[in-house]
């Protein structure tokens, strides 16, 4: 488990990297953009292939993206603000953007996406590898 | 399990803390909004199976309980779960001016939708003047 976790660990630093540099480029582009919205991302780790899962209740597939870049799958959102006179009001309101760094085996071509229920779930398929035992040789 | 609300001022639909909510119970947002209809709630459950949602109105208050049970399957290995998981429960108590027996629930794209409509007899009526 703890091996299969470290792979993840790089991409989170590489993440925050890439997100410091976002922040910038939006904060240049436009102050205002600055505020988004990280919205719960599940991450599985299935034999053949990995699933993400975001939450991203009330959003519809038009306001939704899903982009991959690189090695970096970007999920960006937007949820627009009605004209209504709201009472109260304890969901986020604006963009949102969730950045995730796959692994290694991780494939770029088949990537499939569904929007169900308010969860957004990408699944991206992962190299197959065989195992090769690699025989230790003792010095006299 | 009081939370600060940027509207505390919205003294007509106060929320009770339920105390048979589990540990695992989460909080679900819930955006409120008001027209010349009625009231409008916007319950926030991505993941739910619409199943699993139950709408309760009685006397003066609503109820909204749902649940998003976490399968876990041994041939995963999970790295991150943000999402909520468990069950959910939230009770509002509705001003009298509000008819609850009409109350109108909508399950969409993980977001549940519930209208409740003004009573009939707190809407505005015109009064005939008599004149003698």
Known sequence: MLERLERFLP???QRLRQDMERAFERFFD???SLAEFEPALDLEDHDDHYTLKVDVPGLKKEDLSVTLEG??????????EEHKRRRVSEVYYGSLYRAVTLPE??????IK?????????VTVPREQHEKHTIEIVEAD | MLRFYP???FEDMSERSHSEVSDRSYRAPVDITEDAAGIHLSVYLPGVDPEHVYVNSEQNSL???????FERDENITYHRMEGAYGSFARTFTVPSTYDLNKTEANYKNGVLHLFVPRSEASKPRKIDISVS
């Open chain 2, 63 to 69: 109820s909204i309980r749902a649940e998003r049970p």
């Open chain 1, 71 to 80: 090695n970096t799958l970007i999920i960006e959102g937007e949820r627009k």
């Open chain 1, 105 to 110: 085996d991780a494939k770029p071509d088949g």
């Open chain 1, 30 to 32: 436009n102050p205002w």
């Open chain 1, 113 to 121: 996406t569904r929007l169900g229920r308010g969860v957004l779930e």
């Open chain 1, 11 to 13: 991409a989170r630093r």
């Open chain 2, 7 to 9: 509207f505390a001022d």
